[in-house]
């Protein structure tokens, strides 16, 4: 946002402050200076000269000898201009001068004749007609103006002002303006506010019979005015405006384009002028594009429009691209005699959205794109109508249409006001936080400790206490913060951190590397899964707007996430690998959607490639649920992604299903680039860290010597293992410390369809030495235990 310092002047008393201190109190207050521009500087050198004698060259028929009065001297230049004459005065540039092109001018000799500078024409300088008489003829700007011989050439043309290059960040829309930021100016000093001049007279009539406007789409342009002026006069805008505007890099065209540009500039409100008499129907219509509609805009080329793009039309056809750029059919021609001003506020998202989509951008589209808020439709068409009365280019309807979809009143903030000492973490006298919230034009008010304060339409960022203790330490000053010694505040990490690191840690010392992937998937995951039909995981919610239909649902699982970038791997030659991942996973109640889904952390591990099989990921998670001090048990699993033999589902004591681990179904491994057999689980990574123990209980050791029997089982081979220890562990009584297989044989020596099991137990006794008569009873009820299992001795 470039400020000049003069126009800065017309709301905040900044006399005896140099540009380098004020810039300074405003990066205090949180905005960043990037430049300090000196107009100044784009002309160096060239000074008011008079011509006191002027000869033909005695080589050139067409050049002359001028002697120059440039004050402290005179110079001898020669020229080619023909319409320079004795007692002219002339811009002259000295030797070494700069102009506004970057140009240097030297001293030299031409045809033989030494020259100290140059006489300069009004378009070496940058300017034209509209700005000085005479500036605009080809040859040299004979100088009309009041003015001494020898002052600099930039105090004649009002270049002497400084331009300050303040950085506004996205959530300050409302400093995007001179007004804006004469608003912080005016904190910062403590000094009042000077609102600009918003009184304009009316001629009578009503605007309504002018104009009617209907808004079709409240929620993408929230607010619209449009007011009427009649009779209006075209003609070159006044020096100070047409000064102020080429200060901030914009050309003035005449007055009814420069006065839009300049309530851009000063009020932050983009605005747009069409002639009434080319608005058929007298009506304006905010509505969306028809697919295909066509307009040509005011840059001469013709735009085809899609349903998503904003326009105002009249009541036929587009005649702006809202919020972008007007249409070249209503646009103000030489005999426009009535103009309907719109002042408007567009979503700043449809603006965005409009000018990439057409490749069309402008000044206007730049500030609707940073955002403006409610109170400048109004104040910026009140300062257009002012301009128009002040300087007579017409005569004003009065009355204005308002078509709005919100109020602008204030919104109310009431608060303790210690809640923003609390965090700030310091104390900041109550009489000062009304004080600064009071100069940001945040009118406060106490009653007792109770604060409230009022937050203007133009505050938008503001919408609570943390907002507000922002507002005050940042006028408040950091400097004014008393350094000291943390206190009563502990760092660290929350126990559910810590014990996610423990096992991550136990998976990093196993050889496993952490990946993490997207939680967004194919909605083809499914079946890639061969997922059932009513299967809960297949319950996936779609985005509204994906980037891709690769990434278009929720993931319900972590496998599908793990397999593919196992694949990916796997194509890259990585051709054996140990990969974990803690992720979320979403399950909704219902589709659609009525309620938030139930979303859970799971952990996922995968091994692949040589080596590995199923035993080697069950050992990792055996080693996980010791350190977590979890017992569990597995079953048979018929998870439809896992081998149906090779794969369990994991219990807890209580019954509690808290995970699957198994080998990839050969279906699922023949559509994966993969020729390797994989072996994954999923694990309730919540369950592990809410119930884990990170220290486990201390249990003494026997005084008396352990006692160990091994079992050798006929069973059905269709049997768990982990049905066979559970009821071994149920018949025996306290003494049964651990129950174990340690071997399994199937072969020509078993029966068919059985396998031979070694259960390895082991007796403990902390009372006295156990004998065999105890140890055969435990064995006989191990026995009848089994029941009618098809278990027997072998």
């Not at 006489?119 to 605009?136: H, N, Q, R, Y």
């Not at 040859?139 to 400084?162: A, S």
Request: aromatic content about 6%.
């Amino acid at each position: 946002m470039k400020v000049p310092y003069s126009w800065l002047k017309d709301f905040v008393d900044i006399d005896g402050i140099s540009a380098e201190v004020l810039g300074d109190k405003l990066v205090s207050a949180g905005f960043e200076i990037e430049e300090v521009i000196r107009l100044s500087d784009s002309i160096k050198n060239v000074v008011v000269g008079r011509v006191d004698e002027i000869v033909p060259h005695p080589d050139s028929d067409h050049m002359f000898i001028c002697q120059v009065n440039v004050g402290d001297k005179v110079c001898q230049i020669v020229t080619g201009a023909q319409n320079v004459k004795k007692g002219d005065l002339v811009p002259t540039c000295l030797d070494g001068a700069v102009l506004p092109d970057g140009k240097v001018i030297k001293s030299g000799v031409l045809r033989g004749v030494k020259s100290d500078g140059m006489l300069c024409s009004g378009a070496e300088l940058g300017l034209s007609e509209d700005d000085f008489i005479g500036a605009g003829v080809y040859g040299i700007w004979i100088i009309q103006e009041e003015c001494k011989i020898g002052q600099d050439i930039n105090e004649v043309i009002g270049n002497t002002d400084i331009v300050l290059d303040v950085a506004i960040t996205a959530n300050r829309p409302d400093a995007n303006s001179i007004l804006g930021v004469a608003r912080e100016v005016a904190a910062v000093l403590d000094k009042p506010l000077k609102m600009p001049d918003l009184s304009y007279k009316t001629i009578g009539e009503d605007v309504s019979s002018y104009v009617s406007v209907e808004n079709r789409e409240l929620s993408l342009c929230p607010r619209y005015i449009a007011c009427a002026v009649k009779n209006v006069k075209q003609c070159v805008s006044p020096k100070i405006i047409r000064n102020r505007l080429k200060a901030v890099g914009i050309r003035p065209i005449n007055n009814l384009v420069d006065v839009t540009n300049y309530v851009l500039i000063e009020i932050g409100q983009p605005m747009h002028a069409f002639d009434k008499n080319l608005l058929e129907g007298g009506k304006i219509v905010v509505r969306r594009a028809k697919e295909g509609e066509k307009i040509v805009a005011l840059d001469g080329k013709e735009y085809t429009l899609s349903g998503k793009n904003l326009v105002i039309c009249d009541s036929k056809k587009p005649v702006a691209v809202a919020g972008v750029m007007g249409g070249e059919y209503s646009s103000i021609c030489p005999d426009t005699n009535t103009v309907v001003l719109e002042s408007a506020r567009f979503a700043r998202d449809s603006v965005r959205h409009t000018a990439r989509e057409l490749n069309l951008h402008s000044d206007s589209s730049a500030r609707y794109e940073k955002g403006i808020d409610y109170l400048s439709q109004e104040i910026g068409m009140k300062r257009a109508l002012s301009l128009f009365s002040r300087y007579g280019w017409g005569d004003i309807v009065d009355g204005k249409i308002d078509c709005f979809a919100d109020d602008t009143d204030d919104r109310k903030i009431v608060y303790n006001y210690e809640e923003i000492n609390k965090i700030t973490g310091f104390e900041v006298p109550k009489s000062a936080i009304i004080e600064i919230l009071n100069r940001l034009q945040l009118k406060t008010t106490a009653q007792g400790d109770i604060l409230t304060t009022l937050v203007p339409a133009f505050r938008e960022d503001i919408v609570g206490i943390n907002d507000l203790t922002e507002e005050v330490i940042r006028i408040y000053g950091y400097d004014a913060v008393t350094p000291r010694i943390l206190s009563d505040m502990r760092g660290g990490k929350s126990e559910k951190q810590l014990r996610q690191d423990k096992l991550k840690q136990i998976l990093v010392g196993k050889g496993a590397s952490e990946i993490v992937s997207y939680a967004f998937v194919t909605p083809k995951s499914a079946d890639l899964l061969r997922l059932k039909a009513n299967s809960p995981l297949r319950s996936m919610i779609a985005l509204r707007n994906p980037l891709g239909t690769d990434i278009s649902v929720m993931r319900t699982n972590l496998a599908y996430s793990m397999l593919k970038i196992i694949e990916g791997n796997f194509v890259r030659g990585n051709r054996a690998g140990r990969l974990f991942e803690i992720g979320s996973t979403y399950i909704p109640k219902e589709l659609p959607l009525t309620e938030l889904p139930e979303e859970k952390e799971k952990l996922s591990i995968a091994f692949y490639g040589d080596g590995e099989d199923y035993y080697s990921i069950k050992n990792v998670l055996d080693d996980i649920f010791c350190a977590f001090a979890i017992d569990v048990t597995y079953k048979r699993s018929s998870m439809e992604y896992l081998h149906p033999g090779r794969s369990a589902d994991i219990f807890t004591a209580d019954g509690t299903k808290i995970g699957v681990v198994g080998e990839v179904h050969p279906d699922v491994m023949s559509r994966l680039d993969v020729d390797k057999r994989i072996y994954i689980a999923e694990l309730d990574e919540v369950y592990l860290v809410e119930n884990g123990i990170d220290i486990k209980p201390f249990k003494p050791i026997s005084r008396y010597q352990s006692v160990e029997r091994d079992l050798a089982l006929i069973a059905p081979i269709e049997l768990p293992a982990s049905e066979i220890i559970a009821s071994i562990k149920d018949s025996c009584s306290g003494l049964l410390q651990d129950a174990y297989v340690f071997d399994v044989y199937t072969g020509s020596q078993v029966q068919k369809g059985k396998k031979s099991i070694a259960v390895r137990l082991l007796f403990t006794d902390f009372t006295k030495t156990l004998t065999d008569e105890t140890i055969n009873k435990e064995i006989e009820n191990v026995l009848a235990g089994f029941g009618e299992k098809s278990i027997s001795l072998r």
